[in-house]
């Protein structure tokens, strides 16, 4: 190529980005106004013609937002799910399997919300990356949701399927996972010693419940997990003395 062809064919690109990034920004206006249409056809554009990752996962990601809000649950979940599929290392990659794994759980489609929380577990997300996001209330917000937001996002889905289907061998597994410090980790520990609870493992559930009590001694599932492994008070009486003595 001649020096002015790569010119020509250099700002023929940069004015798709800009104009994709045009679209992006009003279909986010079409879906304040409640214009779906709207932004479905713009959304589309930008998916179809965009060769920039960001932007169409950006797309994508939009394009599921408006089909959850038109009830459209499936058509949604798959556009979230194309965003991770054809662009996993971006940050609306990682905002769409949490969305996803939303919509999936509300639709006791338990079993695809897990492939999407487990999916959100292993990806690299970037925490400093800034994604936008749309209330429902209409209003934009732009901010830095870190990795470890989501993944607790992601915990309390796990929490509640695993409450719902008594905690099978996924959800455990994924669950183990999950920071202990971190707001969900008493959940995610109580869900594992029932687990193991159920399973017959009853030590592995007792080393859960001490976990438990020595991180968060006052936080309801540490009064919950005395109540599903010590069904007498007074046997618990000295383990849950001594755990709280030691913090």
């Known amino acids: ?34 214009d779906y249409r709207r932004a479905l056809r713009r959304l589309s554009e930008v998916t179809e013609r965009s060769s920039v990752p960001e932007q169409a996962a950006h797309a994508l990601y939009l394009r599921g937002d408006v089909l959850s809000r038109l009830g459209r649950a499936d058509e949604s979940m798959a556009s979230y799910e194309a965003a991770i599929a054809r662009y996993p290392t971006t940050v609306y990659a990682a905002e769409s399997a949490l969305a996803a794994a939303r919509i999936a759980y509300s639709s006791r489609q338990f079993d695809r919300a897990m492939r999407n929380v487990t999916w959100l577990q292993d990806a690299d997300a970037l925490d400093t990356s800034t994604a936008a996001i749309i209330t429902e209330d209409g209003a934009i917000k732009a901010g830095h949701r870190s990795a470890q937001t989501r993944h607790s996002e992601a915990a309390w889905i796990a929490s509640r399927i695993a409450r719902r289907r008594d905690a099978s061998t996924a959800e455990v597994q994924w669950l ?50 005395m109540d599903l492994l010590c069904p007498n008070p007074s046997d618990c009486e000295g383990a849950s003395s001594g755990s709280v003595n030691q913090r």
Request: net charge positive.
């Open 1 to 34: 190529r001649t020096l002015s062809q790569l010119l020509r064919h250099a700002l023929a690109k940069r004015s798709t980005k800009t104009a994709s990034q045009a679209r992006i920004g009003l279909a986010e206006s079409d879906i304040v106004g409640r």
């Open 176 to 225: 183990s996972r999950v920071e202990q410090i971190g707001p969900f980790g008493p959940a995610a520990s109580y869900w594992m010693a029932r687990a193991a609870r159920l399973s017959g493992r009853d030590l592995d559930a007792q080393a859960y419940k001490h976990q438990l009590l020595d991180t968060a001694p006052l936080d309801f599932y540490a009064f919950a997990s």
